[in-house]
């Protein structure tokens, strides 16, 4: 099943996450490697930042990013 280079992946960290992660925005691609998103983290830590997608397994359930 290939989940891990879809959307779906990250729309899941999202919601799991929503203590962290505020919002997960795609700024360039399909989800796949060479995809980049912007990370907006919950207003107390004060962080904001953008991954790139250097590597996508399914078969492993990795997805690496840079």
Known sequence: MEF?????????VE????NFIEKIEVIEGDGGVGTVIKLTFAPRTGFTG???????DNESRVKETE
């Open 50 to 56: 953008c991954e790139e997608f250097t590597k996508v």
């Open 4 to 12: 891990y280079g879809t959307f779906k992946f990250s729309k899941l």
């Open 15 to 18: 919601e799991v996450l929503s």
